[in-house]
């Protein structure tokens, strides 16, 4: 089983360029099934989760061609087979954004249901209740989510919590929905945005993405198109918390700052210096850190997705933190692994009080989930000594070159799949 290995305690200093924002491709390229023409998709980051959806696309008959490491060309013309049942679909989430664009462009799905980080109960019932709206059945057997119709329609659709997932899975099926639909109280997170503006290129009608309300006028065909996903936030948030919690100095490259503002500001008000350029941010951090309250928020708030990472930055800031968690009921996981490196945190509730400590100390660690296994590994790269973090699945599925990355940056860290490589790895960073 393959492992990372760290020799922490190194300030990160560099450029770290960031990839194609994986929650976006991952919709868009369900997406793009929904046109009968050649659409080419560039920007697409290389991670697993990516490329087990391109399998499970390709696994329908549509064309998949990968023209370049970040560029795929697809095309739903081939399309001989509305189920999808990728045995490696159902270890994620985005699968379930096939159900919107099957179910759109041929009145039929049947998809795996949905697994992914196991953060919480994660439920899909506002997909469904959209779906219903549109006038679609909906039912789920042998762990199988199935929706069919005669005909969509239009429909108003108000989401009873902000759901990224539900906002792009009802927005696809309703592009061929017949007449208006209106979405309201719809997630405005950067990749919901990249999905409307991916499906207008193909010639839907879909205004006021980014808003909390969406409007939605149904069309018969959707033509090809040739489109750049936008950068990761939470890849470059990720790079943003590693160098202040290493105390190091960062250019974050290829980002749009504005979708990074919230970061930048929380980063900011702890003691970081944070530089924006047209697209790029740089986070130094040289002076002592403080304390902040956290609370994670549907966009433009606090993401989720960035919570477990700046929980690692708050473990050595003087004072006492507060990071409130509102939207996933089991994304405090790692507070045990942090605190084996001697952090000191604990959990009531929903809200991790984080009381700062002068230094951690490296030791064995498990990734819990995505973001909290990069996280650990942050935590690794501050903390004094050697660390390893098992379960990297978890970590490559959504960051692309991790390590390579990280290495560029001055990190002392590598994979190993022995504890003989470790040994070694140990023992040569050790000697630099
Ligand atoms: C997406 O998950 C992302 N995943 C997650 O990223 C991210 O954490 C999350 O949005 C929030 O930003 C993908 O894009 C593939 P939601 P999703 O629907 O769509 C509740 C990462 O690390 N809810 O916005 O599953 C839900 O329980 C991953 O990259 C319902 O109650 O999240 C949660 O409390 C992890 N019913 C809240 O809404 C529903 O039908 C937000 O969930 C749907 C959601």
């Known amino acids: 089983m393959k492992e990372f290995v760290v020799k922490g305690g190194t300030p990160l200093h560099?450029?770290?360029?960031?990839?194609?924002?994986?929650?976006?491709?991952?919709?868009?390229?369900?997406?793009?099934?929904?046109?009968?023409?050649?659409?080419?998709?560039?920007?697409?980051?290389?991670?697993?989760?990516?490329?087990?959806?391109?399998?499970?696309?390709?696994?329908?008959?549509?064309?998949?061609?990968?023209?370049e490491r970040h560029e795929v060309l697809m095309n739903g013309s081939s399309i001989r087979s509305y189920i999808v049942n990728n045995r490696y679909i159902r270890k994620m989430r985005a699968g379930y954004y096939m159900l919107g664009a099957l179910l759109g462009k041929y009145h039929y799905a049947e998809v795996a249901l949905p697994g992914g980080c196991t953060i919480g109960s994660r439920p899909i019932d506002q997909h469904l209740k959209g779906f219903e709206a549109l006038g679609a059945r909906t039912s789920i057997r042998n762990s199988m989510v199935l929706v069919e119709a005669e005909d969509l329609h239009g429909a108003n659709i108000y989401f009873d919590t902000v759901t990224v997932g539900a906002t792009i899975n009802v927005m696809m099926a309703a592009v061929y929905a017949k007449g208006r639909t209106v979405l309201e109280n719809a997630a405005k997170?950067?990749?919901?945005?990249?999905?409307?503006?991916?499906?207008?290129?193909?010639?839907?009608r879909i205004k006021g993405a980014g808003t909390d309300v969406i409007r939605i006028d149904g069309v018969a065909r959707l033509h090809g198109t040739d489109y750049s996903v936008i950068p990761d936030q939470i890849e470059a948030g990720t790079f943003m918390a590693a160098a202040a919690a290493t105390r190091g100095d960062i250019l974050v490259k290829n980002v749009i700052p504005k979708h990074l503002e919230c970061i930048s500001q929380k980063l900011r008000e702890i003691g970081c210096e944070v530089q924006e350029y047209d697209d790029a941010v740089r986070v130094i951090a040289n002076r002592p850190l403080r304390s902040?309250?956290?609370?994670?928020?549907?966009?433009?708030?606090?993401?989720?997705?960035?919570?477990?990472?700046?929980?690692?930055?708050?473990?050595?800031?003087?004072?006492?933190?507060?990071?409130?968690?509102?939207?996933?009921?089991?994304?405090f996981k790692y507070v045990d692994e942090l605190n084996r490196m001697g952090t000191h945190i604990s959990v009531e509730g929903n809200i991790a009080i984080i009381t700062g400590v002068n230094e951690l100390?490296?030791?064995?660690?498990?990734?819990?989930?995505?973001?909290?296994?990069?996280?650990?590994?942050?935590?690794?790269l501050a903390a004094d000594g050697e660390s390893v973090v098992e379960d990297i699945n978890y970590i490559l599925r959504g960051y692309e070159d991790f390590v390579e990355k990280l290495q560029l940056l001055g990190g002392k860290i590598g994979i190993a799949d022995s504890e003989e490589e470790a040994r070694k790895f140990f023992l040569k960073a050790g000697m630099v």
């Open 14 to 67: 560099g450029e770290a360029a960031i990839a194609g924002a994986k929650n976006a491709a991952l919709g868009l390229l369900a997406a793009s099934i929904m046109a009968d023409e050649d659409v080419i998709v560039r920007n697409i980051p290389d991670v697993s989760d990516v490329n087990t959806l391109l399998e499970a696309i390709a696994d329908t008959g549509a064309k998949v061609k990968r023209l």
């Open 189 to 204: 997170e950067p990749h919901v945005v990249d999905v409307a503006n991916f499906l207008n290129s193909m010639g839907a």
């Open 292 to 331: 902040a309250k956290i609370k994670t928020l549907p966009y433009p708030g606090f993401p989720t997705d960035m919570q477990p990472q700046i929980a690692v930055v708050l473990a050595t800031a003087a004072g006492t933190s507060t990071v409130n968690e509102t939207i996933f009921e089991n994304r």
């Open 361 to 380: 100390r490296g030791a064995q660690l498990v990734a819990p989930d995505l973001r909290a296994g990069a996280a650990l590994v942050i935590a690794a």
